[in-house]
């Protein structure tokens, strides 16, 4: 694989680092004794702070001096938070936060805004006001990350959330109507064609009732391939479809690329099809859903897929258009093959052409073939699991395993043909090589070195690492557990972000620098150039409007601001500039309904207003440009302050003005 050439800044932190270690080596340790007469030299500091040559080292490669920015981006699930969390690398700053599934006031969405986004993951009317984030998934051209769109999904409630790169803020939820929960999503297929949702607990599809006794028969898995419309920046769900799967436990899935383009595979636990019940004294879940010692990696032909969708071969449930298990098999779209124990990352290889899967309970990773995997399918196979679906014989698909260590879970890769799988038992990151042509046939498929890491190591994300052209430099163990790496703040603990440097061959890893993350819990990230994201400063135009990426007919241009009525309804019309708003009385009388439009009418980067009325819940971020409108009863007579919330210049506080609710 040909090794990307470095951009500019990682060649800057390579020659500071270059230049500290020269110091460190040629000044050494006589040297630094020698400078303890000068309190300030840094040589100084470093021996009373106890600081090792490997510290240097690792602050070399990570301090980043105030104005210089980082050369990778890391985007990254904020689990239960609900949100998304936008981190610069190798600083390891967090940049900002991204509100989806969760109300979030600092950007003012959801108390007056953004609620037509929140809505769209309204489940049958009932509103729905967090979610569990999971994996995060960059939009993707021919196989490498575009820098235009973000995907994510809620774990909890079988959503998917989409975010413009542009400004960062969350622009779609879908809600799935087959499935309550998802785990394999979102993911993408390499021309973000297609945003891949498979669900995990299995349940009757459309989310009817069947009693637990049934499960064999009513309950069944599924996925789902969210049709994404570039131009309009949103998901299509009319031109979207889903595949009924048996009821075991689809886990994670991930997209094929280059040779295995538009095919996509999956994780499943829980073969065993194990309903639990340990109170009535059947075996707990994580005994029975891991009796067999293998389960099934889930093969499934998209394109042949699509065409079976687009023929029209299809049932509808719930609103969606699914391809039933039947015909599914009849049209050869999904084939098994047996995957270690409590299998949890399948990973496909930069160029498409492995794919790796890890089980909990065995200390191999597993690699597939996907050209053995065409074979085996052109020659046939005979064997089928109890509904039906063709098992390829595990012997003729697989083409190595390499022993990794304890609790194998996610797999990530590097430029240079190493792999890298997280040990969940281990504590530890595992680097081995991918002995294949094209990769590091010199090293065969071999363990290389590990790095341990405190603690718990789910995920793993290597810089571009799930591209056709993963960058290598960094990577990032998402830990579960910090349990002693920082300061105590009571019993509930940060999760770890650890930064390794992947960047040199060999064994030669070394964690740099801890990030405690004390939002929700992170699951997945996934790292892109800087360079690849061109984020808007402020809003194109003022009078935009975000929700639709255009000019917003109804924006207020200075001038033009007034509070109008008919009947009992009230129109606002207002602008925001430093350091007032425009008009500050809105005398109204209680009953009226109230329609209000503020422009922030700056085109100064980073003069962003707030604007918050207390007891009605507002509370709006309006960033240059932008126009919001939002709507509300005037229920209860009183005085109402509203100011703005951002602290936006000297005379922020007198940003103010009074709302006056007259008793009927
Ligand atoms: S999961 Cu959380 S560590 Cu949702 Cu990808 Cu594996
Ligand atoms: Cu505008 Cu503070």
Same mark, same amino acid.
């Given at each position: 694989?040909?090794?990307?050439?470095?951009?500019?800044?990682?060649?800057?932190?390579?020659?500071?680092?270059?230049?500290?270690?020269?110091?460190?080596?040629?000044?050494?340790?006589?040297?630094?004794?020698?400078?303890?007469?000068?309190?300030?030299?840094?040589?100084?500091?470093?021996?009373?702070?106890?600081?090792?040559?490997?510290?240097?080292?690792?602050?070399?490669?990570?301090?980043?001096? &105030?104005?210089?920015?980082?050369?990778?981006?890391?985007?990254?699930?904020?689990?239960?938070?609900?949100?998304?969390?936008?981190?610069?690398?190798?600083?390891?700053?967090?940049?900002?936060?991204?509100?989806?599934?969760?109300?979030?006031?600092?950007?003012?969405?959801?108390?007056?805004?953004?609620?037509?986004?929140?809505?769209?993951?309204?489940?049958?009317?009932?509103?729905?006001?967090?979610?569990?984030?999971?994996?995060?998934?960059?939009?993707?051209?021919?196989?490498?990350?575009?820098?235009?769109?973000?995907?994510?999904?809620?774990?909890?409630?079988?959503?998917?959330?989409?975010?413009?790169?542009?400004?960062?803020?969350?622009?779609?939820?879908?809600?799935?109507?087959?499935?309550?929960?998802?785990?394999?999503?979102?993911?993408?297929?390499?021309?973000?064609?297609?945003?891949?949702?498979?669900?995990?607990?299995?349940?009757?599809?459309?989310?009817?009732?069947?009693?637990?006794?049934?499960?064999?028969?009513?309950?069944?898995?599924?996925?789902?391939?969210?049709?994404?419309?570039?131009?309009?920046?949103?998901?299509?769900?009319?031109?979207?479809?889903?595949? *009924?799967?048996?009821?075991?436990?689809?886990?994670?899935?991930?997209?094929?690329?280059?040779?295995?383009?538009?095919?996509?595979?999956?994780?499943?636990?829980?073969?065993?099809?194990?309903?639990?019940?340990?109170?009535?004294?059947?075996?707990?879940?994580?005994?029975?859903?891991?009796?067999?010692?293998?389960?099934?990696?889930?093969?499934?032909?998209?394109?042949?897929?699509?065409?079976?969708?687009?023929?029209?071969?299809?049932?509808?449930?719930?609103?969606?258009?699914?391809?039933?298990?039947?015909?599914?098999?009849?049209?050869?779209?999904?084939?098994?093959?047996?995957?270690?124990?409590?299998?949890?990352?399948?990973?496909?290889?930069?160029?498409?052409?492995?794919?790796?899967?890890?089980?909990?309970?065995?200390?191999?990773?597993?690699?597939?073939?996907?050209?053995?995997?065409?074979?085996?399918?052109?020659?046939?196979?005979?064997?089928?699991?109890?509904?039906?679906?063709?098992?390829?014989?595990?012997?003729?698909?697989?083409?190595?395993?390499?022993?990794?260590?304890?609790?194998?879970?996610?797999?990530?890769?590097?430029?240079?043909?190493?792999?890298?799988?997280?040990?969940?038992?281990?504590?530890?990151?595992?680097?081995?090589?991918?002995?294949?042509?094209?990769?590091?046939?010199?090293?065969?498929?071999?363990?290389?070195?590990?790095?341990?890491?405190?603690?718990?190591?789910?995920?793993?994300?290597?810089?571009?690492?799930?591209?056709?052209?993963?960058?290598?430099?960094?990577?990032?163990?998402?830990?579960?557990? &910090?349990?002693?790496?920082?300061?105590?703040?009571?019993?509930?603990?940060?999760?770890?972000?650890?930064?390794?440097?992947?960047?040199?061959?060999?064994?030669?890893?070394?964690?740099?620098?801890?990030?405690?993350?004390?939002?929700?819990?992170?699951?997945?990230?996934?790292?892109?150039?800087?360079?690849?994201?061109?984020?808007?400063?402020?809003?194109?135009?003022?009078?935009?409007?975000?929700?639709?990426?255009?000019?917003?007919?109804?924006?207020?241009?200075?001038?033009?601001?007034?509070?109008?009525?008919?009947?009992?309804?009230?129109?606002?019309?207002?602008?925001?500039?430093?350091?007032?708003?425009?008009?500050?009385?809105?005398?109204?009388?209680?009953?009226?309904?109230?329609?209000?439009?503020?422009?922030?009418?700056?085109?100064?980067?980073?003069?962003?207003?707030?604007?918050?009325?207390?007891?009605?819940?507002?509370?709006?971020?309006?960033?240059?440009?932008?126009?919001?409108?939002?709507?509300?009863?005037?229920? *209860?007579?009183?005085?109402?302050?509203?100011?703005?919330? *951002?602290?936006?210049?000297?005379?922020?506080?007198?940003?103010?003005?009074?709302?006056?609710?007259?008793?009927?």
């Amino acid at each position: 694989m040909a090794g990307r050439i470095p951009s500019s800044r990682v060649v800057a932190v390579g020659a500071i680092l270059f230049a500290v270690v020269v110091l460190a080596v040629t000044i050494g340790p006589s040297a630094l004794s020698s400078a303890q007469g000068d309190s300030s030299s840094w040589q100084v500091i470093a021996e009373e702070r106890g600081l090792t040559e490997a510290d240097l080292r690792a602050a070399a490669m990570t301090y980043t001096p &105030s104005g210089v920015m980082d050369p990778y981006v890391m985007v990254a699930s904020g689990g239960h938070s609900g949100q998304v969390f936008i981190i610069g690398m190798p600083s390891m700053r967090l940049l900002r936060s991204v509100a989806v599934f969760t109300p979030e006031p600092w950007q003012g969405y959801g108390y007056g805004a953004g609620e037509e986004v929140l809505a769209g993951g309204d489940m049958n009317g009932r509103q729905v006001r967090w979610g569990d984030t999971h994996h995060p998934a960059l939009s993707e051209t021919n196989g490498d990350y575009d820098g235009q769109w973000a995907f994510i999904n809620d774990k909890a409630n079988a959503r998917v959330a989409v975010i413009d790169l542009r400004d960062f803020e969350t622009k779609q939820i879908v809600n799935n109507p087959l499935f309550l929960n998802d785990h394999g999503g979102t993911f993408v297929t390499p021309n973000t064609e297609y945003i891949i949702e498979g669900g995990q607990y299995g349940q009757p599809l459309g989310s009817e009732y069947a009693p637990l006794a049934e499960y064999e028969t009513a309950y069944r898995g599924m996925i789902t391939f969210w049709k994404f419309d570039r131009e309009a920046g949103r998901i299509d769900p009319s031109q979207s479809f889903a595949m *009924e799967l048996p009821p075991y436990w689809q886990d994670l899935c991930d997209s094929g690329k280059l040779v295995s383009d538009g095919w996509v595979f999956c994780n499943s636990i829980n073969t065993e099809l194990a309903t639990g019940g340990i109170e009535k004294g059947n075996p707990p879940f994580e005994a029975g859903a891991s009796r067999n010692t293998t389960d099934f990696l889930h093969i499934i032909n998209l394109k042949a897929a699509e065409a079976v969708y687009k023929a029209g071969n299809t049932v509808e449930i719930a609103g969606m258009q699914v391809i039933t298990l039947d015909t599914v098999i009849e049209n050869d779209l999904l084939f098994f093959t047996p995957e270690p124990r409590s299998p949890h990352g399948v990973d496909i290889a930069p160029g498409g052409d492995y794919i790796v899967v890890s089980g909990k309970l065995d200390p191999h990773v597993t690699v597939y073939s996907f050209q053995k995997i065409l074979d085996t399918i052109a020659a046939g196979t005979t064997e089928t699991d109890q509904y039906g679906v063709p098992i390829l014989p595990y012997e003729s698909v697989l083409e190595a395993q390499v022993e990794v260590g304890l609790g194998p879970l996610h797999t990530q890769f590097g430029p240079d043909g190493y792999a890298y799988t997280s040990l969940f038992l281990d504590s530890a990151v595992a680097r081995w090589s991918i002995g294949a042509e094209g990769y590091r046939p010199q090293d065969g498929w071999s363990l290389i070195s590990k790095v341990p890491i405190q603690y718990n190591v789910g995920h793993i994300a290597a810089a571009e690492g799930d591209t056709v052209s993963p960058d290598g430099q960094f990577l990032v163990a998402l830990n579960k557990w &910090s349990v002693d790496r920082f300061l105590n703040t009571g019993p509930l603990l940060p999760q770890n972000f650890q930064l390794i440097d992947i960047g040199q061959e060999g064994d030669t890893l070394q964690v740099l620098y801890d990030m405690p993350f004390g939002v929700g819990e992170p699951h997945y990230a996934q790292i892109i150039k800087a360079d690849k994201l061109a984020a808007w400063e402020v809003y194109p135009e003022v009078g935009w409007n975000p929700l639709t990426q255009s000019p917003d007919p109804n924006s207020v241009a200075q001038g033009t601001e007034g509070v109008t009525r008919e009947g009992n309804e009230v129109t606002v019309r207002m602008t925001a500039v430093r350091s007032h708003f425009t008009p500050e009385h809105v005398e109204i009388k209680a009953g009226d309904k109230v329609k209000w439009t503020i422009t922030n009418v700056e085109r100064a980067r980073d003069a962003t207003h707030g604007f918050s009325i207390p007891y009605y819940g507002i509370n709006l971020s309006i960033e240059p440009g932008e126009t919001v409108t939002f709507e509300f009863e005037a229920t *209860e007579p009183g005085v109402f302050s509203w100011y703005c919330t *951002e602290f936006c210049s000297a005379l922020h506080l007198e940003m103010m003005g009074y709302l006056t609710i007259e008793p009927e």
